[in-house]
Each structure stands twice: as C-alpha cells, then as structure tokens.
C-alpha cells in the first residue's frame, strides 16, 4: 500500500497535492536509449522507441493547438518525418485527439541513424533554440513516468505516483515492460539514477505544483531547501 507526502499548496488553499513517496524518493532515470525494451509486445532495445511506440494522447484541443504550432517551428532537419504531414496535420484523426503514427512510432520520434538526431524532434527543436522541451512536448510525454489525477469538487485533491502497468489500459497486459511498476521482472533496471526523482525531476514537478511545493516535498522526500 502506497504511503503519501501530502501537501497544501500555499498559493491556492483548495488545492491539496499527494505525492507517492516511494516513486518520489527513488533513483528511478529513463533509461530510454540505455537498454529500455519498450513497451511493444516483445524487448525491442535496438528500436530505441521507448515509450513512443503508441503516440501521444493530447490534453484537450488547447493542449493539440500548441503542439501543432510546435510542429510548425521545428526545422527539417531535426525532424526526420516532416514530410508526413498532411491535411491531419501529425494528428492521427480529425479529433486531433493523439499524434500520428508512422513506421510504427509517433511522427515525431526520429530514428536510430537520424542524421538531425535520434529522439523526439519536439525536444531536441526546443533544446536548439533554448527553450524548454516541456513547453513543446505533450503533457502526457513530459509527465511520464508520472500519473497525475485530480479527484475532488471542494477541495481538489492531486495525486502524483508512478505509473502502472494497469494505468495503460487493455494494451499494458502484452507490455514487454514498464520501468516503474515494482511487479515488472526487469523494473530495478530503471532505478539506477544519481539523485531522488524529486530532483532529477524538478523542472517538471515545479510545473506541476509550483516552486514552493516542490521544496515542501524535497524537504520530505528526505532532500533538503537548498537549490
């Protein structure tokens, strides 16, 4: 049973923030291009696909809008399938409700052998141009491998945990893996990280909760305030 650092948020007193310490205080790294097998039905280390191989769900239409204007700013030479693009724009139907898949992976997951280079062209676009990956990715891709729900009318309660191999629906079940359900058979190789989740995740986390919630619960998860 998973044990909670619960939080209020001093900038917004309806809002309460329950964080998995287990996850938060873990060395768990993405070990994506580092031996991850994937989350195809059978260990695809060589595809270097991680956890793109499905696409990604957008948010809501707001959320589809910015990263179709992303899309639009990314240079074709980091970008090994722009020329995919069509009257779908990189969504996969005109629900606009996840991107396309090409070759089996998301349109914007360049390949081994890329010469712009291997990866999501969303990223390395923001990185080439300084600006943060996460404000060009989706959220559900910059999230992972965080499960964020909100339940609640009065006050809203925000859960942060790991995600589980049961948070991928009926698909999970053929899964080769997932790096952070603690059943999996190969999940210790993804806890091998130098720091805490709540540090090597810190930028995402403070667009999460905010900055003062984050040092709430590196304090908690075992940390400390400076930094």
Known sequence: MSEWIEIDDPGDAGVRWRFERAF?????????CRGCEGIIDEPAAALQQGCCSVGAMMADETEAMTVAASAAAIPPHLWQFHDRVDDLHVFRDENRSATKLVEGACIFLNRPGFAGGVGCALHLAAVEVGERPLDWKPSVCWQFPMKVEEHGEG??????????????GDGGATMVWCCTDPADRHVADAFVGDEQVVESLREELVELAGESVWAQLRL????NAAG
């Open 24 to 32: 938060v205080a873990s060395n768990w790294t993405c070990t994506w």
């Open 155 to 168: 006050p809203t309660v925000v859960t942060v945990r790991a995600t589980r191999r049961a948070d991928w």
């Open 220 to 223: 908690a998860a075992g940390g």
